[in-house]
């Protein structure tokens, strides 16, 4: 299992691992020994889309660290199809960029491309999403959160929300079949209740991480399970679509039915202050500093972890009240 870092020691790797034996290596041509000026430098970054709050917020964080940096980002749209990505990494490695960024649709499938950026030379680093390959010199690193984590803090909740209850019906929101944080959401999620045969997962259904299909999807499992007890969305937007739904149906969101959501949006946290949502794991998609500092650490021929995971917390109506007057995103 690849090392987990918390912020504070990714920090201290970036700044200063130059051939530190324990760090990921980048592919060849990856690191030059003489570094390139900053603004000399080209990155390619493919986003998933805009789907969602999170992913906005991502963007314009990424966007803005590299201007802030004086590097030149070129960035592209997948609109969440992979097809649109593997377009788009082909057409930087065309370009020449000197490093290229992504994160992936969905976790499979990406072997043949990124062996091409890998004979160009081109260091990939992951942001937010993994890939599923064996190959793992395919990427320099991989930057972003534990999603299993974030599904067990979420049965965590869950489990001392309904210690006395009799039985939990559960619905659950999944994210973009396929996507690292739909599968590792819901499987740390089921790490923790599934020891407890009293919770009993009656549905789980794609959303698509959008809030339209939480939506959809809320509107046709409340007709087929008029019981529910608890909604388990693996995004806030998701969440936000299946509050919808439910007052709809002239239930109170919150209180009829409990909602957990993953990601600390704004929108989702004051669902939340509001008592609409009554617990969020956060993920912050404010990953772009950190992208930036891996990129200047590759050029000056250093080294980074192969795994650097983002700190994060949880946040309950009264801490979300709290937060949100500072929220960033």
Not at 126 to 152: I, K, M, N, Q
Not at 176 to 183: D, E, F, K, S, Y
Not at 307 to 320: L, P, S
Request: proline fraction near 3%; glycine fraction near 10%.
């Amino acid at each position: 299992m690849k090392k987990l870092i918390s912020i504070a020691a990714a920090s201290l790797l970036l700044i200063g691992l130059a051939g530190c034996a324990a760090g990921g290596e980048a592919p060849a041509g990856g690191g030059s020994e003489e570094p390139k000026a900053l603004d000399e430098l080209v990155v390619g970054f493919a986003q998933v889309g805009a789907e969602s709050g999170w992913r906005t917020a991502n963007t314009k964080d990424v966007q803005s660290a590299f201007e802030e940096a004086g590097i030149e980002l070129k960035f592209s749209d997948a609109q969440q199809k992979q097809e649109n990505q593997i377009k788009a990494i082909r057409s930087y490695i065309q370009q020449g960029v000197d490093y290229i960024a992504f994160s992936p649709v969905v976790e499979t499938g990406w072997d043949a491309v990124l062996n091409e950026a890998k004979a160009a030379g081109i260091p990939v680093i992951l942001t937010d999403r993994a890939v599923d390959s064996e190959d793992e010199s395919l990427y320099v690193s991989f930057l972003g959160s534990d999603f299993v984590e974030e599904g067990e803090k979420a049965g965590d909740w869950a489990v001392a929300e309904f210690a006395d209850a009799d039985s939990v019906k559960i619905v659950q929101l999944e994210g973009t079949t396929g996507a690292a944080p739909a599968i590792d959401r819901a499987e740390g999620f089921a790490n923790v209740i599934g020891d407890d045969d009293k919770f009993e997962i009656v549905a789980s259904q794609t959303g698509d991480f959008t809030r339209a299909g939480g939506l959809q999807v809320m509107e046709a499992l409340l007709k087929s399970n008029p019981d529910i007890d608890l909604v388990y969305s693996h995004n806030d937007d998701m969440g936000l679509g299946a509050i919808e739904a439910i007052e709809a149906a002239g239930l109170v969101p919150g209180e009829d039915i409990k909602i957990i959501t993953v990601d600390a949006v704004k929108d989702g946290m004051q669902a939340l202050a509001d008592g609409k949502i009554n617990f969020i794991v956060e993920c912050s998609p404010l990953l772009g500093q950190q992208l930036v500092d891996i990129v200047k650490t590759l050029n000056d021929g250093g080294t980074v972890e192969p795994r650097i995971v983002t700190e994060e917390t949880t946040f309950t109506q009264e801490q979300a009240i709290e937060a949100l007057p500072d929220r960033q995103y």
